[in-house]
C-alpha cells in the first residue's frame, strides 16, 4: 500500500478549503499545482518502491542466512593454522589498519568466501566468538598455531577454506570443542622453535665473510645449552620485553624447557634449531632471551648478566631477529584431562596432523627462513649491533627500548 506523505495531505486540503470558499492560489497557475501534485506523488510512488525493493532484498539476505543456519548451524571449534609469516604484520588482526596485512585478515577472508560465517561477522570478529591462541610478531611463522571461534560446519570446510587462502597459510586440522572454550585461556603451555646459522655462537672477531665455512664446536653447544639452563623454573622477565615495570606480576613467566639441537647443513650453511616451552611469552621474550646468550657465548657480556636481568634494574638485552621464530605446537593438558574422554569431545592433539605439519614446514617455513637469512643476512647484519648495548651498566632507556620506539610508531602490535 502506498502512503502519501502528510506534507502532500495538508497541500491537497489546502486546496479544497480555498475552493469551497471562492479562493484562487496567486503564487502558481491551476495547470502548475496540478503538475506539482503529480510530481509529488510520482516521487513519493518512487520512494514507496525503492523501500519495498530495498526491504525485499533485506528480508531475501536474512532468509538465505536462516537457510544456511539450519542447514549447517553454528558451532564452536579450533582450527590448525601452519603459515610462514614473511610478509605479514603479525597473527593479530587490526582494525584500521589496511595497509598493516596480517594473517588474520587473509583467514577472515576465506571464512567469508567458503562460506564459513556470514559476511557481517568479518567485520566484528567478537560475533563468531575469535579467539587466537598465541599472537605472533612481524615476519613470525607458525607450524601449530590454533584458533577457536564459531562456524558453519559445511561439507568438505577445510578444502572450501584453503581454496581462498595463499599458499603460505594452510587449514591443517578442525575439531569439536565445548561452547565455553577460549584458545588462549583454555591454553597450558606453547612450544617455539628457533632456526638460526650457527654462525651466531662464532667469536666476535670471526669473519663473518666466510659464513659457509663456520661449523660450532662441541664445547660451544655445550656451553649454549648451559647458559640456557639459567631460564628454566619461574623468574621475573621484565627485562626481556618493553615497558613492563619489575613490580608487574605479569612479568613473571614460567620456562619448563629450552635447549638447542645438533646443527645441520642447509645451503652450504650450517643452522641449529633451538626450542623452547613455556606456559606463555611476552613481547620479544624468546628473542631476547637467545639475543642475551649469544651476547654471552660471543664475549660482548658475562654469564652473571643472566641472573642480574632478573632483579629490579634495567639491564640492556638486545633482541635477535624474528625470522627464525616459529610457533611449533600450543598445549590443552588440563582441557584433554577434563573433557578428552568424556565421549562427546576430542582430545585437541594432533597426531594424524602431523605429516601434513612436517610437509608445509618442509615446503614453506624452512625454505623461507633459510633462503632469507642466506639473502639478506638478518642475523650477521644484528650481530654488528652487539658492541652498541652496554651489559654491564644499569641504564635508564635500552639500545632496543628505543628501537621498540620506531617499531611501534610502524608497526602497532604484536607478541612472540
Same mark, same amino acid.
Given at each position: 500500500m ?21 479562493f484562487?492560489?496567486?503564487?502558481m ?13 510520482k ?6 518502491? %525503492? ?5 525485499? !532484498? ?6 538465505? /542466512?536462516?537457510? =544456511?543456519? &539450519? *542447514? ?19 597473527m ?12 588474520e585478515? %587473509? ?5 567469508? !568466501?567458503s562460506?564459513?560465517?556470514?559476511e557481517n /561477522?568479518?567485520? =566484528?570478529? &567478537? *560475533? ?8 605472533t ?18 561439507e ?5 577454506i ?9 587449514v ?28 651466531a655462537?662464532s667469536?666476535?672477531?670471526?669473519d663473518t665473510?666466510?659464513?659457509a ?22 623468574h ?8 613492563k615495570?619489575?613490580?608487574?606480576p605479569?612479568?613473571?613467566r614460567?620456562?619448563?624447557?629450552i ?7 642447509r ?9 623452547v616451552?613455556g606456559?606463555s611469552?611476552?613481547?620479544h621474550?624468546?628473542?631476547?632471551m ?11 657480556a658475562?654469564?652473571q648478566?643472566i ?9 640492556d638485552v ?10 611449533e605446537?600450543?598445549h590443552?593438558?588440563?582441557y ?29 617455513i624452512?625454505?623461507?627462513i ?19 648495548h ?10 632496543d ?8 610508531a ?7
Amino acid at each position: 500500500m502506498i502512503k502519501i506523505r502528510p506534507l502532500l495531505s495538508v497541500l491537497v486540503n489546502y486546496r479544497q478549503l480555498l475552493a469551497r470558499n471562492g479562493f484562487k492560489l496567486c503564487t502558481m497557475s491551476e495547470e502548475s499545482t496540478d503538475q506539482q501534485t503529480a510530481k509529488l506523488l510520482k516521487r513519493s510512488n518512487e520512494e514507496n518502491e %525503492d523501500s519495498a525493493e530495498r526491504a525485499t !532484498k533485506r528480508v531475501k539476505a536474512e532468509g538465505e /542466512h536462516t537457510e =544456511d543456519d &539450519k *542447514k549447517y548451524p553454528k558451532k564452536k571449534v579450533v582450527l590448525l593454522l601452519a603459515y610462514s609469516g614473511k610478509g605479514y604484520y603479525g597473527m593479530q588482526r587490526n582494525p584500521g589498519n589496511s595497509q598493516f596485512r596480517t594473517i588474520e585478515d %587473509d583467514l577472515v577472508i576465506a571464512l567469508v !568466501k567458503s562460506g564459513c560465517i556470514p559476511e557481517n /561477522h568479518g567485520d =566484528d570478529m &567478537k *560475533k563468531m566468538s575469535f579467539q587466537r591462541c598465541a599472537r605472533t610478531d612481524k615476519g613470525v611463522s607458525a607450524a601449530g598455531q590454533v584458533v577457536s571461534l564459531k562456524i558453519r560446519l559445511i561439507e568438505d570446510i577445510i578444502e572450501k577454506i584453503n581454496e581462498h587462502l595463499p599458499p603460505q597459510i594452510r587449514v591443517l586440522g578442525l575439531k569439536r570443542v565445548t561452547q565455553g572454550f577460549n584458545s588462549k585461556n583454555n591454553c597450558d603451555a606453547r612450544t617455539y622453535s628457533y632456526m638460526l646459522p650457527t654462525v651466531a655462537f662464532s667469536p666476535k672477531d670471526y669473519d663473518t665473510e666466510n659464513i659457509a665455512a663456520f661449523r660450532l664446536e662441541p664445547e660451544t653447544l655445550q656451553k649454549v645449552n648451559q647458559l640456557f639452563t639459567h631460564y628454566k623454573g619461574t623468574h621475573n622477565f621484565h627485562n626481556f620485553t618493553s615497558q613492563k615495570a619489575p613490580s608487574d606480576p605479569s612479568a613473571r613467566r614460567y620456562i619448563t624447557e629450552i635447549s638447542c639441537g645438533e646443527p645441520f647443513v642447509r645451503n652450504t650453511w650450517e643452522f641449529a634449531v633451538i626450542t623452547v616451552r613455556g606456559q606463555s611469552f611476552m613481547l620479544h621474550q624468546i628473542r631476547k632471551m637467545i639475543g642475551l646468550v649469544i651476547a654471552v657465548i660471543k664475549g660482548y657480556a658475562k654469564e652473571q648478566v643472566i641472573e642480574r636481568s632478573w632483579g629490579q634494574e634495567k639491564v640492556d638485552v638486545p633482541k635477535a631477529p624474528g625470522l627464525g621464530l616459529v610457533l611449533e605446537r600450543v598445549h590443552f593438558d588440563r582441557y584433554n584431562k577434563r573433557f578428552g574422554g568424556d565421549g562427546l569431545h576430542e582430545r585437541l592433539e594432533w597426531d594424524r596432523e602431523e605429516e601434513a605439519i612436517k610437509a608445509f614446514k618442509e615446503a614453506h617455513i624452512y625454505p623461507t627462513i633459510i633462503e632469507t637469512e642466506c639473502e639478506e643476512g638478518s642475523m650477521v647484519s644484528w650481530m654488528s649491533t652487539l658492541p652498541i648495548h652496554d651489559f654491564e651498566a644499569t641504564v635508564t632507556e635500552t639500545q632496543d627500548s628505543k628501537d621498540q620506539k620506531q617499531e611501534n610508531a610502524d608497526e602497532g602490535n604484536n607478541s612472540d
